[in-house]
Protein backbone atom coordinates (compact mmCIF):
# COMPACT_ATOMS: atom_id res chain seq x y z
CA UNK A 1 0.00 0.00 0.00
CA UNK A 2 2.61 2.23 -0.41
CA UNK A 3 1.40 4.43 -3.31
CA UNK A 4 -0.78 5.70 -0.92
CA UNK A 5 -0.11 9.04 1.06
CA UNK A 6 1.55 8.67 4.60
CA UNK A 7 -1.69 9.04 6.94
CA UNK A 8 -3.82 6.86 4.69
CA UNK A 9 -1.34 4.04 4.14
CA UNK A 10 -0.85 4.41 7.70
CA UNK A 11 -4.62 3.99 8.66
CA UNK A 12 -5.09 1.26 6.18
CA UNK A 13 -2.45 -0.97 8.10
CA UNK A 14 -4.30 -0.06 11.51
CA UNK A 15 -7.29 -1.08 10.01
CA UNK A 16 -5.51 -4.12 8.81
CA UNK A 17 -3.54 -5.06 11.61
CA UNK A 18 -6.93 -5.09 13.78
CA UNK A 19 -8.73 -7.47 11.29
CA UNK A 20 -5.59 -9.67 11.08
CA UNK A 21 -5.68 -10.09 14.73
CA UNK A 22 -9.75 -10.74 15.10
CA UNK A 23 -8.96 -13.32 12.13
CA UNK A 24 -6.23 -15.30 14.27
CA UNK A 25 -7.45 -15.56 17.23
CA UNK A 26 -10.78 -16.53 15.45
CA UNK A 27 -8.81 -19.07 13.90
CA UNK A 28 -7.01 -20.28 17.53
CA UNK A 29 -10.42 -20.95 18.46
CA UNK A 30 -10.85 -23.29 16.21
CA UNK A 31 -8.00 -25.71 17.55
CA UNK A 32 -10.50 -26.55 20.42
CA UNK A 33 -12.44 -28.10 17.89
CA UNK A 34 -11.35 -32.15 17.15
CA UNK A 35 -13.63 -34.82 16.51
CA UNK A 36 -13.36 -37.81 18.72
CA UNK A 37 -14.37 -40.78 16.66
CA UNK A 38 -15.68 -42.69 19.35
CA UNK A 39 -18.41 -39.78 20.32
CA UNK A 40 -19.67 -39.02 17.09
CA UNK A 41 -20.65 -40.73 13.99
CA UNK A 42 -19.54 -39.03 10.96
CA UNK A 43 -23.13 -37.99 9.45
CA UNK A 44 -23.28 -36.01 12.74
CA UNK A 45 -19.87 -34.05 12.43
CA UNK A 46 -20.31 -33.34 8.99
CA UNK A 47 -23.80 -31.94 10.04
CA UNK A 48 -21.92 -29.72 13.11
CA UNK A 49 -19.16 -28.13 10.74
CA UNK A 50 -22.14 -27.12 8.26
CA UNK A 51 -23.31 -25.34 11.04
CA UNK A 52 -20.46 -23.87 12.22
CA UNK A 53 -20.02 -22.45 9.02
CA UNK A 54 -22.30 -19.63 10.46
CA UNK A 55 -20.06 -18.66 12.99
CA UNK A 56 -16.77 -19.91 12.67
CA UNK A 57 -15.38 -21.30 8.95
CA UNK A 58 -11.83 -21.68 10.47
CA UNK A 59 -13.16 -24.10 12.82
CA UNK A 60 -15.94 -25.72 10.25
CA UNK A 61 -12.87 -26.27 7.99
CA UNK A 62 -11.06 -28.02 10.72
CA UNK A 63 -14.01 -30.52 11.68
CA UNK A 64 -13.53 -31.30 8.18
CA UNK A 65 -10.32 -31.74 7.40
CA UNK A 66 -9.98 -33.98 10.13
CA UNK A 67 -12.98 -36.10 8.37
CA UNK A 68 -11.46 -36.27 5.12
CA UNK A 69 -8.53 -37.55 6.87
CA UNK A 70 -10.36 -40.11 8.79
CA UNK A 71 -12.15 -41.32 5.94
CA UNK A 72 -8.65 -41.91 4.04
CA UNK A 73 -7.22 -43.45 6.73
CA UNK A 74 -9.41 -46.16 6.82
CA UNK A 75 -9.90 -46.31 2.97
CA UNK A 76 -13.71 -45.32 2.46
CA UNK A 77 -12.51 -42.02 0.85
CA UNK A 78 -15.17 -43.24 -2.37
CA UNK A 79 -18.09 -43.01 0.77
CA UNK A 80 -20.90 -40.01 0.58
CA UNK A 81 -19.83 -39.01 3.16
CA UNK A 82 -15.91 -37.98 1.75
CA UNK A 83 -17.77 -36.36 -1.27
CA UNK A 84 -20.02 -34.08 1.64
CA UNK A 85 -16.81 -33.18 3.04
CA UNK A 86 -15.06 -32.19 -0.33
CA UNK A 87 -18.16 -30.37 -1.45
CA UNK A 88 -18.43 -28.12 2.06
CA UNK A 89 -14.60 -27.64 2.02
CA UNK A 90 -14.88 -26.08 -1.09
CA UNK A 91 -17.57 -23.26 -0.47
CA UNK A 92 -15.14 -22.66 2.43
CA UNK A 93 -11.96 -22.08 0.42
CA UNK A 94 -14.57 -20.12 -1.54
CA UNK A 95 -15.01 -17.76 1.58
CA UNK A 96 -11.69 -17.52 2.47
CA UNK A 97 -9.75 -18.17 -0.78
CA UNK A 98 -7.25 -18.54 -1.96
CA UNK A 99 -9.34 -19.15 -4.85
CA UNK A 100 -6.78 -20.77 -6.79
CA UNK A 101 -7.33 -23.79 -3.91
CA UNK A 102 -10.75 -23.75 -4.18
CA UNK A 103 -10.75 -24.31 -8.13
CA UNK A 104 -8.04 -26.68 -7.89
CA UNK A 105 -10.61 -28.69 -5.65
CA UNK A 106 -13.09 -28.40 -7.41
CA UNK A 107 -11.75 -29.58 -11.01
CA UNK A 108 -10.68 -32.62 -8.39
CA UNK A 109 -13.87 -33.70 -7.32
CA UNK A 110 -15.37 -33.18 -10.97
CA UNK A 111 -12.67 -35.80 -12.29
CA UNK A 112 -13.38 -38.22 -9.05
CA UNK A 113 -17.06 -37.99 -9.45
CA UNK A 114 -17.10 -38.56 -13.36
CA UNK A 115 -15.70 -41.69 -12.55
CA UNK A 116 -18.27 -42.95 -10.50
CA UNK A 117 -21.88 -42.92 -12.32
CA UNK A 118 -23.84 -42.54 -8.49
CA UNK A 119 -21.95 -39.55 -7.92
CA UNK A 120 -23.95 -36.98 -10.25
CA UNK A 121 -25.68 -35.02 -7.08
CA UNK A 122 -22.11 -34.50 -5.80
CA UNK A 123 -20.46 -33.58 -9.38
CA UNK A 124 -23.50 -31.12 -10.03
CA UNK A 125 -22.70 -29.36 -7.23
CA UNK A 126 -18.98 -29.22 -7.74
CA UNK A 127 -19.58 -28.02 -11.23
CA UNK A 128 -21.72 -25.30 -9.88
CA UNK A 129 -19.25 -24.03 -6.58
CA UNK A 130 -16.46 -24.45 -9.63
CA UNK A 131 -18.49 -21.78 -11.48
CA UNK A 132 -18.64 -19.74 -8.46
CA UNK A 133 -15.40 -19.90 -7.38
CA UNK A 134 -14.23 -18.58 -11.27
CA UNK A 135 -16.74 -15.92 -10.94
CA UNK A 136 -15.67 -14.75 -7.61
CA UNK A 137 -12.39 -14.29 -9.31
CA UNK A 138 -13.31 -12.48 -12.32
CA UNK A 139 -13.22 -15.32 -14.86
CA UNK A 140 -16.88 -14.87 -15.90
CA UNK A 141 -15.96 -17.08 -19.27
CA UNK A 142 -14.93 -19.95 -17.23
CA UNK A 143 -17.30 -19.18 -15.06
CA UNK A 144 -20.16 -19.64 -17.22
CA UNK A 145 -18.50 -22.88 -19.05
CA UNK A 146 -18.73 -24.33 -15.48
CA UNK A 147 -22.41 -23.93 -15.03
CA UNK A 148 -23.32 -25.38 -18.38
CA UNK A 149 -21.74 -28.14 -17.73
CA UNK A 150 -23.50 -28.03 -14.40
CA UNK A 151 -26.94 -27.81 -16.08
CA UNK A 152 -26.26 -30.58 -18.38
CA UNK A 153 -25.41 -32.24 -15.70
CA UNK A 154 -28.84 -31.53 -13.86
CA UNK A 155 -30.97 -32.74 -16.58
CA UNK A 156 -30.01 -35.98 -14.97
CA UNK A 157 -31.31 -35.20 -11.39
CA UNK A 158 -34.29 -33.34 -12.42
CA UNK A 159 -33.47 -29.54 -11.33
CA UNK A 160 -32.21 -27.27 -14.16
CA UNK A 161 -32.92 -24.22 -12.04
CA UNK A 162 -30.40 -23.38 -10.44
CA UNK A 163 -27.93 -23.19 -13.02
CA UNK A 164 -29.87 -21.53 -15.41
CA UNK A 165 -30.09 -19.16 -13.18
CA UNK A 166 -26.35 -18.74 -12.67
CA UNK A 167 -26.05 -18.62 -16.57
CA UNK A 168 -27.86 -15.67 -17.04
CA UNK A 169 -26.45 -13.84 -14.79
CA UNK A 170 -23.02 -14.55 -16.36
CA UNK A 171 -24.64 -13.03 -19.10
CA UNK A 172 -25.50 -10.07 -17.05
CA UNK A 173 -21.68 -9.66 -15.70
CA UNK A 174 -20.35 -9.31 -18.87
CA UNK A 175 -23.21 -6.84 -19.56
CA UNK A 176 -25.23 -8.76 -22.00
CA UNK A 177 -28.83 -7.35 -20.35
CA UNK A 178 -30.67 -8.37 -23.52
CA UNK A 179 -33.77 -10.48 -21.84
CA UNK A 180 -32.32 -11.01 -19.06
CA UNK A 181 -35.21 -10.12 -16.78
CA UNK A 182 -37.81 -12.01 -18.96
CA UNK A 183 -35.57 -15.13 -19.03
CA UNK A 184 -35.17 -15.08 -14.91
CA UNK A 185 -38.87 -13.87 -14.36
CA UNK A 186 -39.93 -17.32 -16.45
CA UNK A 187 -37.72 -19.40 -13.97
CA UNK A 188 -40.27 -18.58 -10.79
CA UNK A 189 -42.82 -20.76 -9.75
CA UNK A 190 -44.59 -21.72 -6.93
CA UNK A 191 -42.38 -25.22 -6.36
CA UNK A 192 -38.74 -23.45 -6.55
CA UNK A 193 -36.64 -25.70 -4.19
CA UNK A 194 -36.92 -22.53 -1.16
CA UNK A 195 -32.49 -21.97 -1.66
CA UNK A 196 -32.79 -21.94 -5.00
CA UNK A 197 -36.18 -19.40 -4.76
CA UNK A 198 -33.63 -16.80 -2.87
CA UNK A 199 -31.23 -17.43 -5.24
CA UNK A 200 -32.92 -16.10 -7.87
CA UNK A 201 -34.81 -13.39 -5.75
CA UNK A 202 -31.34 -12.35 -5.18
CA UNK A 203 -29.89 -12.05 -8.57
CA UNK A 204 -33.39 -10.87 -9.75
CA UNK A 205 -32.44 -8.04 -7.04
CA UNK A 206 -28.90 -7.53 -8.58
CA UNK A 207 -29.48 -6.85 -12.31
CA UNK A 208 -32.61 -4.09 -11.11
CA UNK A 209 -30.30 -1.98 -9.09
CA UNK A 210 -27.79 -1.98 -12.20
CA UNK A 211 -30.57 -1.14 -14.62
CA UNK A 212 -31.30 1.53 -12.33
CA UNK A 213 -35.14 -0.30 -11.41
CA UNK A 214 -34.19 0.27 -7.69
CA UNK A 215 -37.88 -0.60 -5.88
CA UNK A 216 -38.09 -3.18 -7.80
CA UNK A 217 -34.32 -3.90 -6.77
CA UNK A 218 -35.39 -3.29 -3.22
CA UNK A 219 -38.43 -5.80 -3.16
CA UNK A 220 -36.40 -8.25 -4.47
CA UNK A 221 -33.36 -8.13 -2.16
CA UNK A 222 -35.90 -8.14 0.72
CA UNK A 223 -37.39 -10.96 -0.21
CA UNK A 224 -34.33 -12.71 -0.76
CA UNK A 225 -33.11 -12.04 2.47
CA UNK A 226 -36.52 -13.18 4.21
CA UNK A 227 -35.79 -16.95 2.63
CA UNK A 228 -32.28 -17.05 3.42
CA UNK A 229 -32.97 -15.83 6.98
CA UNK A 230 -35.67 -18.23 6.86
CA UNK A 231 -33.50 -21.40 5.79
CA UNK A 232 -30.85 -20.09 8.28
CA UNK A 233 -28.09 -19.58 5.98
CA UNK A 234 -26.02 -16.70 7.42
CA UNK A 235 -23.94 -15.73 4.83
CA UNK A 236 -25.98 -15.86 2.11
CA UNK A 237 -28.74 -13.08 4.40
CA UNK A 238 -25.84 -11.04 4.75
CA UNK A 239 -24.56 -10.92 1.04
CA UNK A 240 -28.21 -9.38 0.05
CA UNK A 241 -28.18 -7.45 2.85
CA UNK A 242 -24.86 -5.98 1.33
CA UNK A 243 -26.70 -5.69 -1.94
CA UNK A 244 -29.37 -3.97 -0.26
CA UNK A 245 -27.42 -1.80 1.11
CA UNK A 246 -25.75 -0.73 -2.60
CA UNK A 247 -29.94 0.23 -3.61
CA UNK A 248 -30.20 2.90 -0.56
CA UNK A 249 -26.75 4.21 -1.50
CA UNK A 250 -27.58 4.87 -5.58
CA UNK A 251 -30.72 6.03 -3.81
CA UNK A 252 -29.11 8.57 -2.18
CA UNK A 253 -30.05 6.63 1.61
CA UNK A 254 -26.03 6.53 2.38
CA UNK A 255 -26.47 6.06 6.59
CA UNK A 256 -28.87 3.18 5.85
CA UNK A 257 -26.38 1.84 3.07
CA UNK A 258 -23.03 2.39 5.39
CA UNK A 259 -25.46 0.77 8.29
CA UNK A 260 -25.99 -2.56 6.01
CA UNK A 261 -22.30 -2.24 4.96
CA UNK A 262 -21.40 -2.43 8.58
CA UNK A 263 -23.77 -5.58 9.36
CA UNK A 264 -22.12 -7.23 6.78
CA UNK A 265 -18.48 -6.40 7.58
CA UNK A 266 -18.98 -7.44 11.29
CA UNK A 267 -20.57 -10.20 10.33
CA UNK A 268 -17.65 -11.33 8.17
CA UNK A 269 -15.03 -10.96 10.60
CA UNK A 270 -17.28 -12.79 13.09
CA UNK A 271 -17.16 -16.24 10.97
CA UNK A 272 -13.51 -15.65 9.15
CA UNK A 273 -15.55 -15.14 6.10
CA UNK A 274 -12.54 -13.04 4.40
CA UNK A 275 -13.94 -12.73 1.08
CA UNK A 276 -17.24 -11.26 2.42
CA UNK A 277 -14.85 -9.08 4.97
CA UNK A 278 -13.06 -7.64 1.52
CA UNK A 279 -16.36 -7.22 -0.34
CA UNK A 280 -17.68 -5.23 2.47
CA UNK A 281 -14.49 -2.90 2.99
CA UNK A 282 -14.75 -1.95 -0.88
CA UNK A 283 -18.38 -0.96 -0.49
CA UNK A 284 -17.84 0.69 2.75
CA UNK A 285 -15.02 2.65 1.34
CA UNK A 286 -17.11 3.72 -1.72
CA UNK A 287 -20.18 4.97 0.28
CA UNK A 288 -17.43 7.06 2.27
CA UNK A 289 -16.61 8.77 -1.02
CA UNK A 290 -20.21 10.17 -0.84
CA UNK A 291 -21.44 10.30 2.45
CA UNK A 292 -21.45 13.53 4.17
CA UNK A 293 -21.52 13.58 8.29
CA UNK A 294 -23.52 15.58 9.89
CA UNK A 295 -22.24 19.06 10.42
CA UNK A 296 -19.90 18.68 7.35
CA UNK A 297 -20.06 19.91 3.79
CA UNK A 298 -17.72 17.33 2.34
CA UNK A 299 -17.37 13.36 2.34
CA UNK A 300 -14.69 11.94 4.76
CA UNK A 301 -12.20 10.93 2.08
CA UNK A 302 -10.06 9.29 4.74
CA UNK A 303 -12.44 6.97 5.80
CA UNK A 304 -12.85 5.99 2.02
CA UNK A 305 -9.35 5.62 1.00
CA UNK A 306 -8.24 3.78 4.18
CA UNK A 307 -11.71 0.81 3.56
CA UNK A 308 -10.70 0.43 -0.05
CA UNK A 309 -7.22 0.08 0.26
CA UNK A 310 -7.89 -3.00 2.99
CA UNK A 311 -10.48 -4.60 0.32
CA UNK A 312 -8.11 -4.15 -1.54
CA UNK A 313 -5.70 -5.49 0.17
CA UNK A 314 -7.82 -8.45 1.53
CA UNK A 315 -9.02 -9.44 -2.42
CA UNK A 316 -5.56 -10.06 -3.52
CA UNK A 317 -5.00 -12.59 -0.87
CA UNK A 318 -8.56 -14.28 -1.58
CA UNK A 319 -7.46 -14.44 -5.57
CA UNK A 320 -10.27 -12.17 -6.82
CA UNK A 321 -7.77 -9.33 -8.97
CA UNK A 322 -11.05 -7.54 -10.12
CA UNK A 323 -12.57 -6.58 -7.30
CA UNK A 324 -9.01 -5.37 -6.35
CA UNK A 325 -8.97 -3.47 -9.43
CA UNK A 326 -12.02 -1.83 -8.60
CA UNK A 327 -10.87 -0.70 -5.14
CA UNK A 328 -7.66 0.44 -6.67
CA UNK A 329 -9.56 2.33 -9.20
CA UNK A 330 -11.95 4.01 -6.99
CA UNK A 331 -8.75 5.34 -4.47
CA UNK A 332 -7.36 6.88 -7.68
CA UNK A 333 -11.24 8.70 -7.57
CA UNK A 334 -11.25 9.52 -4.05
CA UNK A 335 -7.73 11.28 -5.17
CA UNK A 336 -9.24 13.27 -7.75
CA UNK A 337 -12.10 14.58 -5.08
CA UNK A 338 -9.71 15.29 -2.89
CA UNK A 339 -7.63 17.61 -5.39
Known amino acids: MEFLLK ?62 EYLKDTKIEVSDYFYQCQIERLSIYIQQGPLATAITLAQNIVDQCKQCSTRTRYLFQACMLLGEAYQSGGDIVNAKTSYQAAKQIATSIGDRTNAKIHIVWCRHLKNDNTGVIDKLNKICHADLDLSVKGTLLYVLGCIHRVLAHFEKAEEMLHNACQVFSELGNKIKFDICQSELGRVYRATGDFSKALELQKELYQSALKRGDIANLGISCSLLGFTYQYYRPLHSSNPDLNLSVQYLAVGMQLSIEVGAKDKAGWCLNNIAKAYIKGK
Open 7 to 68: NHEDSAHTLLGEIRRRLRALEQDSCVQQWCHSDENVSDVIFRAQLMKNTNLFASKKILDSVV
